[in-house]
């Protein structure tokens, strides 16, 4: 219920009120680009990354970042990556590099907020997490705080590293996510196989996954 009672809505702001639900209720249908304008201090100038630099989103803010699918990524996780970020900063820097070359190396790339795939001729100048995603999770988190209590969230910052072919990235995808399920554009061909099957004979029930 709303209240004019300027200190009930910062009550109401405050950590406490930051749930997995109210969370997805402020975000809607915006995507991270659009998500991290919200609380930034500078906007991307669309300029490519370079490597041997680290960015601060801070000052970038809709910048095009996509996720890789996954099957790691719950609330829980998300939150003790927000807690601790906004208790002690960022450690060491995530990693992103071009979406593109992730897809061609057989994953699925989506959108950190909306969860929707992004088709594979739609990630020219978009790029990805490859090292990172529990901390980007928890920093959406810090986004949406950040823009309902008007405080500034934790320094998310990164390294941009170019990998020249798909298989060179892939290489340090393994290395870095050894623990991680790869969710490729085969399994995404089947599913999209069931739906069409199922769609067919009028069932929208779920078929595969």
């Given at each position: ?16 009120a ?8 402020y975000i ?6 659009d998500?991290s304008k919200a ?10 990354l370079e490597?041997?630099r680290i ?5 970038m ?13 719950t609330?829980k ?5 927000f807690s601790a970020?906004k208790a ?13 070359v992730v897809?061609?190396?057989g994953l699925?790339?989506i ?6 795939e992004?088709?594979v001729?739609?990630?020219d ?7 990172g995603h529990?901390?980007s999770h928890?920093f ?10 008007g405080g500034?969230?934790f320094?998310?910052?990164f ?12 290489k ?16 995404r061909?089947?599913?999209s ?11 929208i ?5």
């Amino acid at each position: 219920m709303k209240t004019n009672n300027p200190a009930t809505e910062v009550k109401h702001s405050s950590l406490a009120a930051i749930n997995e639900t109210f969370v997805n209720n402020y975000i809607g249908n915006r995507s991270f680009a659009d998500l991290s304008k919200a609380t930034s201090t500078s906007e991307w100038d669309g300029q490519a990354l370079e490597e041997d630099r680290i960015y601060h989103m801070d000052k970038m803010g809709g910048l095009p970042i996509l996720w890789i699918k996954d099957n790691r990524r719950t609330w829980k996780r998300a939150m003790k990556m927000f807690s601790a970020c906004k208790a002690n900063t960022m450690t060491t820097p995530a990693i992103v590099t071009d979406a593109k070359v992730v897809a061609d190396w057989g994953l699925i790339l989506i959108d950190p907020c909306t969860r929707e795939e992004v088709p594979v001729d739609n990630l020219d100048g978009k790029y990805c997490i490859l090292e990172g995603h529990g901390r980007s999770h928890g920093f959406i988190i810090a986004l949406v705080e950040a823009a309902q209590t008007g405080g500034k969230p934790f320094d998310f910052h990164f390294i941009y590293r170019h990998y020249d072919t798909a298989e060179d990235f892939g290489k340090a995808y393994v290395s870095t996510n050894t623990d991680m399920t790869r969710t490729t554009s085969k399994d995404r061909a089947y599913s999209s196989f069931c739906r069409i099957f199922s769609s067919d004979r009028g069932s929208i029930a779920q078929i595969a996954g």
